[in-house]
């Protein structure tokens, strides 16, 4: 296992052999390499449609059809907006806080399920990696949130805005409700600022670390009090008798700034633009950003006035994003590992909660990243833990429904359904053997329903490989190996097996775990 840890970190970590700099009318490879870092898992004939366009006219098709809704509704409970029954403070039984954490815990599930759901089914994959990368940025947890509509709220919030502007998005998130929740806004009032979100806006929102000072972070925790939530409803509330609105210095400029007008400071400071131009150049391109071309694309951001089909446009029209020397240099995330695979593989699950399930135990619960900093990414992905879950996954969905992965199953549902920090006080009930833990015996049936779930899928390998063009096995065997890995195999699969040999031999090779 070790040895694997250590063949797909050095995949992405090693360079190719320089080659000449590439054309700018997108090959079979091209095209793959573009809908790969751009989406989950291209198919043949996705890649294909791009194949011969310049890239000029690939990103142009690309950003053209970014969407600014979801195409999958969502649960009727999750898009409800009548004002929850919340537990009465100090006055609420135990019975009625575990009720309400145990709603809560079903509906969070829901959401994850729903959001694979939406990246299998959108008509714009760019649109969900997108929203995927600032719910990565932007980050809230529903652990502390607790209200599973509010973190739906927020993500509906970040796709509206996911290709739009980001001035725009940085002030609607600055007032999102999850967000007011997470970084503790509500506690943040005139007499007793709250330092936490104006931290947090700065370092790793917009600035970045070393770009302000403690000074002017306090000064804009004041122009931020009175800004507040509505928990019932879900909605931001400004309390004007909560706010300082005093005279507040910040970054060498006075006045009787609100929180707005902060955001507008941060805006204007050149600094920004660099900030979020490296995080993408990390997202689409490679883990070592060169510094003159994000100067070069962070200058057309702020010129653009932030707008971020500019960014990444100037991102995926480049020379870096398409040279030879950038690809494989990426390790999947969970949420691309598993919805690529399905995608690539035709597999359209009834329920998608198991496989939100699948990249908890890879270590990416979405909805949940495990601090205000979000999942680091990059090589962390892979250790012999996460590793293990990983080639689980493939394996079960390689298998079929042959019903030989109760483990993995178990394994990857975790802590899943309810998390230490929303975990009531345990209760013992009587169960077939004998008495038990509540929460266990629960985690107990939700460990078999992943498993049904993770096999419900059956991989039709033989109807698969047949609609790759070719004259025979061996070159429809080869379309998709080309199709499914980045760079070379590490050990070549035999062409002789059948396909379904052929296939999962291409997803457990460690080449297909990087970008």
């Not at 959401?111 to 959108?122: D, F, H, I, P």
């Not at 932007?138 to 805005?161: C, D, E, G, H, Y």
Request: hydrophobic share 45%.
């Amino acid at each position: 296992m070790l040895r694997w840890v250590v063949l797909i970190l050095g995949l992405a970590c090693a360079t190719s052999l320089a080659q000449a700099a590439p054309s700018d009318v997108l090959t079979y490879d091209d095209a793959r390499h573009l809908l790969s870092r751009t989406g989950f898992g291209p198919t043949d004939a996705e890649v294909r449609a791009y194949v011969g366009l310049t890239r000029a006219d690939a990103v142009a098709r690309l950003l053209a059809g970014t969407r600014t809704t979801a195409v999958t509704p969502l649960p009727a409970s999750l898009a409800d907006t009548t004002p929850l029954s919340l537990p009465r403070g100090a006055a609420a039984t135990p019975e009625e806080r575990k009720a309400f954490v145990r709603e809560q815990v079903q509906e969070g599930l829901k959401l994850r399920g729903w959001w694979v759901q939406e990246m299998l089914a959108t008509p714009s994959p760019l649109t969900e990696r997108m929203t995927l990368f600032w719910h990565n940025h932007f980050v809230s947890a529903q652990p502390k949130v607790r209200i599973s509509r509010m973190m739906a709220v927020q993500n509906a919030t970040l796709r509206a805005n996911a290709l739009g502007n980001f001035g725009t998005l940085l002030h609607a998130i600055a007032k999102d409700p999850a967000m007011i929740v997470y970084l503790d806004g509500a506690q943040n009032r005139r007499g007793a600022p709250n330092e936490n979100f104006a931290r947090e806006v700065m370092e790793l929102f917009t600035l970045g670390e070393g770009h302000y000072g403690e000074a002017d972070i306090k000064e804009a925790a004041r122009a931020f009090t009175g800004w507040s939530v509505d928990r019932a409803r879900g909605a931001f509330v400004m309390r004007p008798l909560l706010h300082d609105d005093g005279m507040k210095t910040i970054f060498g400029r006075t006045g009787r700034f609100d929180g707005d007008d902060v955001l507008d400071l941060l805006l204007a400071r050149p600094e920004t633009a660099t900030f979020i131009v490296t995080k993408l150049w990390r997202e689409f391109i490679s883990p070592e950003p060169d510094a003159k071309e994000v100067a070069r694309i962070a200058q057309h951001f702020r010129e653009a006035r932030y707008d971020i089909k500019v960014a990444v446009g100037d991102i995926l029209r480049s020379d870096a994003f398409y040279a030879q020397d950038n690809r494989g240099v990426l390790v999947k995330s969970p949420v691309e590992l598993v919805v690529g695979t399905l995608h690539q593989l035709d597999l359209a699950p009834a329920d998608t909660v198991p496989f939100a399930v699948a990249m908890a135990g890879m270590g990416q619960n979405l909805f949940s990243a495990p601090n205000v900093k979000g999942w680091p990414g990059g090589e962390v992905w892979i250790n012999t833990s996460t590793l293990l879950a990983r080639k689980q996954f493939l394996e079960r969905i390689t298998r079929g429904n042959d019903g030989a992965a109760p483990a993995m199953a178990s394994a990857m549902a975790g802590d899943m359904p309810m998390q230490d920090s929303m975990r009531p006080a345990p209760r013992q009930v009587i169960a077939a053997n004998g008495i038990v833990d509540e929460d266990k015996l629960r985690a107990q049936r939700f460990a078999r329903q992943v498993q049904r779930g993770l096999a419900s899928v059956h991989f039709d390998s033989a109807r698969w490989m047949a609609a790759f063009p070719g004259r025979n096995a061996r070159e429809r065997n080869d379309g998709s190996e080309r199709l499914l890995l980045a760079t070379a195999a590490q050990q070549a699969p035999d062409s002789t097996t059948d396909p379904l040999s052929f296939v999962r031999a291409i997803l457990l090779d460690a080449a297909y775990q990087v970008k």
